[in-house]
């Protein structure tokens, strides 16, 4: 027996140490893949790796900054310029669209929406990725301390990139979207059709979970829904490349991320999001569905009937012409003027308000750059508290609508 | 030398220096988790892979063959988002039929080492494969063509690195 024993001693302590390997995967398998049950010492290796990344980065970003910021600076005055300019377009192009979320606001605000923001962020630097070609990840110099949980979206301004997967006190692993476990949810910009996006072997992008009768046609931009419950609705995700008959009846689209996943440097870990009601309800601004409606389609003639209703909600915004009636307007101005209808005054409204709008919206945009969004109360606006005793007292002062941006005649008719 | 079949009188044995025992597998795991984030391209490399062959294949040594792939595994998991005990597993062969065949073979010479390391090469990814489609579940294709490509990328690479590491030797 002995005998036996010493001769195959070597393989016999193979076969123990694969016994003992195999049995501990099997272990975290039927745990269904939950790291925590590794987590001790998944941090001992994390922590003995990720100090050397992460001085070897910053001595990198540190040398490659004296480069850029003190001694390559050839072209920059142009390049100064070409910005400004830029800014400028931007700034203009900021005006319309504000104008178009200001009334995509109200009409969720009227249908009850709950709006996703993005209220907190952490910026965080790529130090390293999991080193093997076969799973994608990546670790952040951001982890507990930092306030970083599992499950949290991982952007870039390109687009997204991940989920935080593993924490550790600093830093964080974090699962890339074209990692073949990873799933988000999905949708087509133009066609509005919503599927699964899922990472291949490879490390490419399919979206799943689109019928094969559908028209998918290359270059259509993807965004996420928001139905994983990780990422914000919107957010963009990458563009379809090819498209072509998958399995059973889905067709099978090939995305290419909007992020360059295999050369991120810095992204933006969502540590908090905020549900709530659109802003815009709460600005005094409140308008009528059947009036923004209308401004969408400028090109229905306004029936004098309906019409009648204006005014009153013109008074509201607080852009009412003096000496106009509650119900002399609505005549006036369907009789007389049959091209400007109550979708060219809601337009004139919405030009008028929408600094304020904006201003609301100040703590959203910053929200990107890591600040926390401001909220306002609903309870803040005195108009809404107490509608039925306001309107009467409105009438006499429309003449300064601008400098009135909460008119106590709010319309708390049925909308 | 050509590869020859030796007794064991015949081969030499060789030991390590515990900092290099210990720093040159961790150099490997920092580089392999480093490099491919600034060079997409490194990723067909498995430096860890490299280092399990050439210690196994010095000592020539199963039992501690197996052990410093197991060791090296482990740890190139502990760094991965997967289950850990994939490389593991995968690593414990390799060290294992690497130090076995150290024990029989002269792979001192470069052709020797390039065609070893080819053939541990596709060992490993043949064993992760399989380990982690069947136990694990991920969706893994096998590609002869790419693996063969990466296999002869590891091989030249590992055979520059060995003649490297070389220096740390200590006679027995």
Same mark, same amino acid.
Request: proline share 5%.
């Given at each position: 027996m002995e005998s036996v024993l010493g001769r195959y001693r070597n393989l016999i302590i193979l076969v123990g140490v694969l016994f003992l390997q195999v049995l501990g995967l099997a272990v975290q398998v039927k745990r269904s893949g939950d790291a925590s049950s590794t987590r001790l010492i998944r941090v001992w290796a994390v922590d003995l790796i990720t100090p050397f990344e992460r001085g070897l980065v910053w001595a990198q970003n540190g040398t490659s900054n004296i480069w850029?910021?003190?001694? @390559?600076?050839r072209g920059?005055?142009?390049?100064?310029?070409?910005l400004k300019e830029k800014i400028e377009q931007m700034r203009l192009e900021q005006v319309r669209l504000n104008e178009d979320a200001t009334q995509a606001h109200r009409l969720q605000s009227l249908?009850?929406?709950?709006?996703? @923001?993005?209220?907190?962020?952490?910026?965080?630097?790529?130090?390293g990725s999991s080193g093997s070609d076969l799973s994608r990840s990546i670790y952040i110099d951001k982890g507990e301390n930092a306030g970083l949980k599992p499950d949290m979206a991982v952007i870039t301004a390109g687009g997204i990139v991940g989920k935080v997967w593993i924490v550790y006190p600093?830093?964080?692993?974090v699962?890339?979207?074209n990692d073949q476990s990873s799933g988000v949810g999905a949708l087509l910009e133009k066609s509005r059709l919503q599927g699964v996006l899922r990472g291949t072997p490879d490390g490419e992008l399919i979206l799943e979970r689109v019928m094969s009768d559908e028209q998918v046609a290359p270059g259509e931009t993807v965004l996420s829904s928001g139905g994983d419950q990780i990422f914000p609705k919107g957010l963009p995700v990458g563009t379809v490349s090819r498209v072509s008959p998958g399995r059973e009846m889905f067709l099978s689209i090939r995305v290419k991320p909007a992020a360059d996943l295999n050369r991120i440097e810095e992204v933006l870990v969502v540590a908090e999001k905020q549900e709530r009601e659109p802003a815009v309800a709460e600005s005094g601004t409140r308008a009528r569905a059947a009036d923004i409606l209308a401004q969408r389609l400028p090109s229905v003639p306004d029936k004098p009937a309906v019409a009648g209703t204006v005014p009153l909600k013109s008074a509201a915004s607080g852009v009412s012409a003096? %000496?106009?009636? $509650?119900?002399?307007?609505?005549?006036?101005? $369907?009789? %007389?003027?049959? %091209?400007?209808?109550?979708?060219e005054v809601l337009k004139k409204v919405v030009q008028k308000t929408a600094p304020a709008d904006s201003a609301n919206r100040g703590g959203t945009d910053s929200a990107a750059s890591g600040s926390t969004t401001n909220s306002i109360p609903s309870s803040a606006n005195p108009s809404s508290a107490n509608p039925p005793a306001k309107p009467a007292t409105a009438q006499p002062k429309p003449a300064n609508p601008p400098a009135n941006p909460q008119p106590a005649t709010t319309d708390d008719s049925p909308h | 030398m050509p590869i020859t079949y030796t007794s064991g009188e015949q081969i030499e044995v060789y030991r390590f220096s515990i900092p290099v025992t210990v720093g040159v597998p961790l150099l490997?795991?920092?580089?392999?988790?480093?490099l491919p984030r600034r060079f997409p391209f490194f990723s067909i490399f498995d430096l860890p892979l490299l280092v399990t062959i050439f210690f196994a294949m010095a000592r020539r040594n199963p039992i501690?063959?197996?052990?410093?792939?197991?060791?090296i595994g482990l740890a190139q998991d502990m760094l991965g988002p997967y289950p850990i005990g994939i490389y593991g597993i995968a690593k414990t062969v390799v060290g294992f039929g690497a130090s076995s065949l150290g024990a029989k073979l002269d792979v001192e010479n470069a052709g020797a080492r390039l065609l070893v390391t080819l053939g541990f090469y596709l060992v490993h990814q043949a064993v992760y494969f399989g380990v982690a489609r069947y136990m694990v579940s991920l969706t893994l294709h096998w590609s002869w063509g790419h693996d063969l490509l990466a296999g002869l990328a590891n091989a030249v690479v590992g055979v520059v690195l060995y003649f490297m590491l070389d220096k740390f030797k200590q006679r027995t």
């Open positions: 850029h910021d003190y001694f @390559f600076l920059v005055r142009a390049e100064n310029r070409q249908l009850a929406f709950k709006e996703q @923001f993005i209220a907190k962020t952490v910026p965080a630097q790529v130090i600093s830093t964080s692993l699962l890339m979207i003096p %000496g106009l009636g $509650a119900s002399s307007k609505p005549q006036a101005n $369907a009789a %007389g003027k049959p %091209g400007t209808g109550t979708g | 490997a795991l920092f580089l392999q988790a480093f501690s063959g197996l052990f410093t792939g197991a060791a």
